[in-house]
């Protein structure tokens, strides 16, 4: 793909030297490190939602950085979310509860008006300057490193990931009994509106209705021991520029009606990256998923070469989701679940409307 892996990998050396001897260099020398200390500390401290700011090129880059800080801090009631694709709003939409990390290359003017907003209204922001996109070889190294000293400043070991298994197992489940019964575990929908299929755990009469019962826990002074401070995504949906977009909408709409973070992921994929912050976090989230029936699926050979065939790629999806959304309900945790008809863009603008 025309990388010169040499150069990528220099920067990465370089970045490393800066954390050698770290107990004997200064903090601004050593900045993996001191970035780890920076996020364990204000994490403590109820600025938990690291939200990061990328110019357009290295967006994908968050999607890394993502699955390294939720897998390896998300656990035993306590984690860092990193939040990746919202859309910046004004600072007054912000909680107190988030460390921005803005990055920018040199030859850019500071993006800058709004990253000063978030500093004059007293959100801590780090910055960090790029040369060029091999920069990013450094960039690895400085996220693992300091990923470590956050979960040692937490107090928690980040390299396990304890909860992970928890919807696997009810995944497997599913699928023996698919295989058994021809048929996946199967509950009536609560609520059933222009052919979306709910359930939520309540009956309600408009898709506006079933939100803002869902969402009634979002930041409760009135009773700290049931409320949630973010929202989570979870779209088992074919993913393309076209879902990107309608599913920013969503999560920039509900972030500005509730003010609280709201990260989105594609499923299964999420499962191994912020899945287990999801569920071994202190239960800050609330979790929306979105599933859907494939309009072109494939079956699975029972094994390599056989054309005989027991399940389907959308029945593992459709298992996975299940056992996911079971896995919340399990560890206390609110999660909904929208099955959506096709077209699935008209009926994610419909739940978009509906906030």
Not at 24 to 46: E, F, H
Not at 254 to 277: D, I, K, N, W
């Amino acid at each position: 793909v025309g990388v010169n892996l040499g150069k990528l990998v220099d920067r990465a050396k370089s970045m490393a030297k800066l954390a050698e001897g770290s107990v004997n260099l200064p903090g601004d020398k050593n900045s993996p490190a001191w970035l780890g200390t920076v996020l364990g500390t204000l994490g403590k401290y109820g600025r938990d939602k690291v939200t990061f700011l990328f110019p357009p090129s290295i967006e994908p880059f968050g999607a890394w950085i993502e699955q390294l800080i939720a897998e390896s801090t998300g656990k035993k009631g306590t984690g860092l979310l990193p939040v990746t694709g919202e859309i910046p709003v004004c600072p007054d939409n912000y909680a107190k509860d988030r460390v921005f990390i803005y990055y920018y290359f040199q030859e850019e003017a500071e993006r800058d008006d709004k990253v000063s907003q978030l500093i004059e209204a007293g959100h801590p922001v780090v910055k960090i300057k790029l040369t060029d996109q091999y920069d990013l070889g450094g960039e690895f190294f400085r996220w693992m490193m300091a990923t470590a000293v956050a979960g040692w400043s937490l107090k928690i070991n980040p390299f396990d990931q304890p909860n992970v298994e928890s919807a696997k197992v009810l995944a497997r489940e599913m699928v023996e009994e698919y295989k058994a019964r021809g048929s996946l575990p199967s509950a009536s929908p609560d609520l059933s509106l222009n052919g979306v299929e709910i359930y939520c755990g309540h009956k309600a009469d408009t898709i506006n209705q079933v939100w803002k019962q869902f969402f009634n826990n979002l930041n409760r002074e009135d009773d700290p021991g049931k409320s949630r401070s973010y929202i989570a995504i979870q779209a088992y949906l074919k993913q393309d520029p076209a879902m990107d977009r309608a599913l920013q909408s969503l999560q920039k709409k509900l972030q500005e009606a509730y003010q609280v973070a709201v990260t989105v992921g594609y499923g299964p994929r999420f499962l191994h990256s912020t899945g287990q912050l999801h569920k071994g976090d202190a239960g800050n989230g609330l979790f929306v998923q979105f599933t859907t029936d494939p309009l072109t699926d494939l079956s699975i050979p029972d094994e390599p070469g056989s054309e005989s065939s027991s399940i389907s790629f959308g029945i593992l999806i459709a298992s996975q989701a299940l056992g996911d959304r079971q896995a919340l309900l399990d560890a206390g945790r609110g999660a909904i679940r929208f099955h959506l008809p096709s077209p699935v863009f008209e009926a994610l603008k419909q739940m978009t409307k509906a906030i």
